[in-house]
């Protein structure tokens, strides 16, 4: 069978399982980008974010055989995707295992910064976070685990996964007061 990329996803598949590079190719380049997008939230860069989507590729290619086809492929990576950049995260970052509980509660992120935002400089801030702290902010805000899931996931405990989120705000709002004055003037003399 001769594979190229407007191949479908049930041939690319059998033709991963059986062992044709080219399938694994072209599979890798129809999700690299979306997967890409996951792998970056829980990154400072995008090479780190590389390196996780490539091992979260080596093992879809070595569990491809469990893929029942019953869901979304791109649904089944992108679990593969999220385990392994999660996997990642809780290797390399040290969370602080006890908590000031009298710490200031949930700050909001003015609404206005945000609206002035396009979605690639608000999650260039995001990256700007600490490991620990952007982890649990991106679980909490943009894929919606409650902190103790978040907290069974990171093997940390539920207060930690408070503290991390208010220090993510605190840090996300300072950040975007000193953003948002550099991208409006940089907006101004390119368009001015």
Known sequence: MKF???????DLVQGCLEGH??????????YFGRMLGIAMRYTSNREEATEILNMAFLK???????FRGTGELGGW????????AIDHVRAQTSYRKTIDFNAEGELPV?????????AEDLF???????????????????DGFKHH????QLGISEGTSKWHLSEARKELKKLLRN??????????????
Request: net charge neutral; charged share 25%.
């Open 4 to 10: 190229s990329p407007d191949s479908t996803d049930v």
């Open 21 to 30: 590079r080219l399938a694994q190719k072209y599979l890798y380049q129809r």
């Open 60 to 66: 879809v290619f070595d569990h491809l055989d469990q």
């Open 77 to 84: 990576i992108a679990r593969i995707v999220f385990h392994t």
């Open 110 to 118: 003015e609404n206005d910064a945000i609206e002035q935002l396009a």
């Open 124 to 142: 260039k801030v995001i990256q700007k976070l600490p490991n620990a702290s952007r982890t649990v902010f991106c679980l909490y805000v943009i």
């Open 149 to 152: 899931e978040i907290a069974e």
């Open 179 to 192: 953003y948002l004055p550099v991208r409006e003037t940089a907006y101004r003399h390119r368009n001015g």
